[in-house]
């Protein structure tokens, strides 16, 4: 048995743990918290809850799943942790993985463990879908729609405006730009042409609806660039109708073969009810493997784009050909 | 450079020579054929064609991509130049894959090379998509849906049939059986309640036609098993919208996790143009990670499983890293 630890109980985390009880060769050994571990109930029955110091120590676990944010949290944690357990995180600032990444291969070669970084689906089963495409495909075209599903960061965004009690974001490909991409049209398309972004706000009882709706549409880098609706709503429409956390989206590759310029288009789409969940169970997977690189005595940091698709399964080889192939 | 051998020119072999020369690491070194090599003209300039005995006399590839048939060529085929030269093939009968397996991989490490078995797009990048879907959704329930294409085999069998001149069967997925396993339903389908097959014949002049029809929609594992359709045209419109090979499919798991049971659909499809022509590109990006095995001197045989998809292609870990996580 794989014995997994989790580290931060949130959305994410409670996703990893759902995943682990499905697994038959995975166990959940304890979950590490930065909060009070007594505020803690995990879903799991008979695990502990202990505090994120309880592993400097040196737990009995074959693999650390790290549920934290990207913007402080994994730069910090991943590396730090890489040293003392194998690990695997989602880091998703696209921008700043080359750097990430050297700093967990480092720590994870001096530590000797082995290391995941940018696991989930993007980055993760999108990154790979965008590989196998160019691939297969040189110099193919590839497109990246996410969709519909709700943007946990552009909610955040509008939460912090004045006057707002709650939000919820989606975005939404553009049915157009989705169609002229299917078609293997190759289109030259804008940010603006690509996704609409559509907002629900319950606003603070007087609070000046058209001052919220300005800030909201032309706040840069978040929605200026985009057409945005924004509809404001109550509470109970909020907690009735928007509660989940529903994403998607889909890669999309065109590229020409041979001499006549023969057309081919590969999609990968996902429909996601539950983006923590999902999210989790691609981390689950993948923190398999990694504990399996780890028995094996490999070090160092991976990514998506070093595991075979056979190191993500419990099965072996021969049941793999007799039944996947 | 890695030297590549293909042993067959015809549909599938041309494909590959396409995408070899579109690969900016690879080099084709040579076509075998076991017809006469004078008889072939290759599209790639200055690149000798030679009887497929030379092969006896080690020549100077780094791998072989063998493109003959699956019921009589390659499971003689592939375990002999096994021995000889690293070697792929795209052997599709999925029942006789674990005996061909064996045979290859025993003649595979007897001669110290490495060999792919079964690449392509089915098996090959389908088996890929099942494979994925189940590490994240173990248990889910996957569909494959085959077309809108040509099926050569079908196509084939109906020129057998007397009075037949030629003839060209499309395989079409019945539109509400996708839909609903889009929609996650997950139901239980009949081969008849999954895929229709459309026949265009030529028959021979004073033919009897209502014979033909009842021999094709009759014919036993071919077509009485499904809702087929036979239209008769001429052999002018046989050559003028019936000579492409187009293909095509998609690969459809739904699954669920979490207490609440969140529902997730994964979804990948192919569209394209030319069956031979993408099924040679992806046998060429296996070919380039069965090279850097055998120069590891890794040796053995392996499905598209086991290949990591960085092992696919001539670019850095950096690179892939910065540009397609």
Chains 1, 2 share one sequence.
Not at 252 to 259: K, Y
Not at 304 to 314: K, N, Q, T, W
Request: proline share 5%; glycine share 10%; charged share 20%.
């Amino acid at each position: 048995m794989v014995r997994v630890g989790i580290l931060g109980y949130g959305n994410l985390g409670r996703g990893v743990e759902a995943a682990v009880a499905k697994a038959p060769d995975m166990e959940l050994a304890a979950v590490y918290t930065r909060r009070s571990p007594e505020k803690i109930k995990l879903r799991t029955a008979n695990v502990p809850v202990k505090p994120a110091a309880a592993l400097e120590a040196g737990e009995d676990i074959d693999v650390l799943v790290i549920c934290g944010g990207s913007a402080t949290d994994l730069p910090e944690m991943t590396p730090k942790y890489a040293k003392l357990y194998s690990v695997v995180d989602s880091f998703d600032t696209h921008a700043r993985i080359p750097e990430h990444f050297a700093n967990v291969d480092g720590a994870a070669k001096a530590g000797g463990h082995a290391a995941m970084i940018s696991c989930g689906w993007d980055p993760g089963m999108f990154s790979i879908a965008r590989l196998y495409a160019e691939a297969i495909l040189p110099g193919c075209a590839t497109y990246t729609f996410w969709g519909r599903g709700v943007s946990q960061g552009h909610s955040d965004a509008i939460r912090r405006i004045e006057g707002v009690l709650d939000a919820r974001q989606y975005t939404i490909p553009v049915p157009s730009a989705l169609e002229r991409v299917r078609a293997g049209e190759n289109p030259e398309l804008t940010t603006r042409q690509k996704h609409t972004r559509e907002c629900f706000v319950a606003a603070a009882e007087g609070a000046d609806k058209a001052r919220i709706e300005a800030e909201i549409v032309n706040m840069p880098n978040y929605f200026a660039d985009y057409d945005t609706t924004v509809h404001f709503i109550t509470m109970e429409e909020m907690k009735r109708d928007h509660s989940g956390l529903p994403h998607g989206g889909s890669v999309i590759s065109a590229g020409t073969t041979g001499q006549d310029g023969s057309s081919h288009v590969i999609e990968y789409s996902l429909k996601l009810d539950s983006n923590p969940e999902f999210t989790g169970s691609v981390l689950t997977a993948f923190a398999r493997a990694i504990a399996k690189r780890a028995q094996k005595g490999i070090s160092g940091a991976f990514t998506v784009f070093d595991i075979a698709p056979a190191e993500l399964v419990s099965l072996s080889g021969d049941e793999l050909r007799a039944h996947f192939l």
